[in-house]
């Protein structure tokens, strides 16, 4: 038994988090509903480039001083020497962009003029920021049948503590579960052993898995600092290389729509 009170096969749902604003800080939920998409709100707004490419973490740092809430009526934004910033999702009327992301292209509603000023004074370039509306869909590689936004590959990304200390134990440095971006983060059991899970319970809703998650540079930025080194992609390039990519964590997706809460059993269904 561990010195949690767990034991060492136990899993259970460590957090939730969920990224209103692609590359912007985390929110994290106690409690979520566990739909096809994904949970709501999840990566629906972008910050992109003047020419409509995203802007990400690992060349624009200065996103980790974001503080970021979700209201009822859209996002409250906060950085250090500017003045709150509230968006709601574009009206019917808005005016439309074409961004680039993943190869899709994708015809995103325009924030507006006041919220591309104030992302631009905190970053010190022209950007626009985007909302996904809701006549736009934008299905899912993974699974065809989730429509997922502005996120990566997949409906969730579920993510180890085990894994992760595995991953820590071989840097000079160790680095935090936040590094990773991730939907679901489970605690317990076995190093990697999320390599060979097929569907999960959690709470109300079954999960399956979609396969592993190539790395990209972003994580090498500390969500905290905005500081950037080599590491972790470095260190996992050598020992969780696939197709010449470096990996950690799992694409979900659900096949059982339900609620989920920190604290809730994890149950390897296959």
């Known amino acids: 038994e561990r010195s949690d009170g767990m034991h060492a096969d136990e899993l259970e749902l460590s957090s939730l988090s969920l990224y209103p604003l692609k590359a ?21 707004w972008l910050l992109t480039t003047a020419s409509g490419e995203p802007v990400m973490l690992k060349s624009h740092p200065e996103m980790t001083r974001l503080r970021i809430a979700q209201r009822e009526d859209g996002l409250s934004l906060g950085a ?16 439309r962009f074409s961004v680039t992301l993943k190869r899709d292209r994708i015809v995103a509603a325009a924030a507006g003029e006041q919220a591309d000023a104030w992302f631009g004074e905190l970053l010190g370039e022209p950007v626009r920021l985007a909302f996904m509306p809701h006549d736009v869909a934008r299905p899912s590689r993974a699974d065809p049948s989730a429509d997922i936004g502005f996120a990566g590959d997949a409906p969730y990304l579920l993510v180890c503590e085990a ?7 071989r840097l000079d440095a160790p680095v935090g579960l936040n590094r990773f971006r991730a939907n679901l983060s489970v605690a317990g059991g076995r190093p990697w052993q999320e390599d060979g899970w097929r569907a999960l319970r959690i ?20 969500p905290d600092t905005g500081a950037t080194g080599a590491e972790p992609l470095r260190t996992l390039a050598g020992f969780r290389s696939r197709e010449g990519k470096a990996m950690f964590g799992v694409f979900m997706g659900v096949r059982e729509e339900g609620p989920v809460q920190v604290g809730d059993v994890v149950t390897v269904l296959s």
């Open 163 to 169: 894994s992760l200390a595995d991953l820590n134990a």
């Open 24 to 44: 912007g800080r985390a929110v994290t939920p106690a409690i979520a509903h566990a739909a096809r998409g994904g949970f709501a709100g999840d990566r629906r």
């Open 203 to 222: 709470g109300g809703a079954v999960f399956e898995a979609l396969g592993p998650c190539p790395r990209c540079p972003n994580t090498t930025v500390d």
């Open 80 to 95: 250090p020497g500017l003045p709150e910033l509230v968006v709601a999702p574009p009206g019917p009327s808005a005016a």
